[in-house]
């Protein structure tokens, strides 16, 4: 069974470029989360969604940051305009409502911002 | 609320020594407790999970926990380090019917295994 897919897998873009990173969850999951990883502030979770609908967008660092989950397997985390800054490793994860509410990660996303 | 606490950001130690990785949490009801590791340049994986059965868990590579609730501990551990071992390891706790929110992690331990 595929696990949680992200694309691209590494991005190098200049500031001031949208930035569009892809997740497709685990078939059958219900809920998906985006995180932020860094150095300095290590897992960050950005946002989450139960059954296609944003729950808790409290995470997003500003405006430049949206995230959409138009159909069960498939979201979009977007930057426009993108800054330094943003430079991260950027996660996705899933998780089946049934289950022991373990989340299953997908392999990341770099994102360096030059 | 629930909340992770991980000691030590940083473990190092000597291959074929123990292992032990120390999580505390707070919860208010019931809890759900797991281990994740990261390797370098991959994402978490699910080491092992306690969801109220038996105490001891044993996950994959030889890892294991003890859930403890009199010390509100779930420390991770393994008899003899490997240097495949070498990753970032974290702690993250859930609450039974918490329904679908979020696992709250902890802020992980980098462990290094020494030749």
């Known amino acids: 069974d595929a696990g949680v897919i992200q694309s691209p897998r590494h991005e190098v873009t200049e500031m001031g470029q949208e930035v569009t990173l892809r997740c497709k969850p685990i078939?059958?999951?219900?809920?998906l989360f985006w995180y932020r990883q860094t150095m300095m502030r290590g897992l960050e979770l950005l946002i989450y969604?139960?059954?296609?609908?944003?729950?808790?967008d409290s995470g997003m660092p500003e405006d430049r940051f949206s995230a959409k989950m138009p159909n069960a397997s498939f979201s979009t985390l977007k930057i426009q305009p993108s800054e330094p800054r943003d430079s991260a490793v950027y996660f996705c994860?899933?998780?089946?409502?049934?289950?022991?509410?373990?989340?299953?990660f997908g392999p990341g996303t770099r994102l360096t911002v030059t | 609320a629930q909340s992770v606490t991980q000691l030590g950001s940083h473990v190092s130690v000597s291959e074929g020594a123990l292992v032990l990785l120390r999580c505390n949490y707070s919860?208010?009801?019931?809890?759900?407790l797991f281990w994740y590791v990261q390797y370098p340049n991959q994402g978490l994986q699910l080491l092992l999970k306690?969801?109220?059965?038996?105490?001891l868990v044993k996950g994959i590579n030889g890892f294991e926990a003890e859930f403890k609730k009199s010390e509100t501990s779930f420390h991770l551990t393994k008899p003899s380090a490997h240097m495949s071992d070498a990753a970032e390891y974290f702690c993250?706790?859930?609450?039974?019917?918490?329904?679908?929110?979020?696992?709250?992690f902890g802020k992980g331990t980098r462990l290094s295994v020494i030749a």
């Open positions: 994860a899933s998780r089946h409502s049934g289950g022991a509410y373990e989340q299953y």
């Open positions: 078939s059958g999951h219900n809920s």
């Open positions: 969604f139960n059954n296609n609908v944003p729950i808790d």
């Open positions: 919860s208010s009801v019931p809890p759900y």
């Open positions: 306690y969801t109220s059965a038996a105490t």
């Open positions: 993250a706790v859930s609450a039974l019917n918490s329904g679908n929110t979020p696992l709250v």
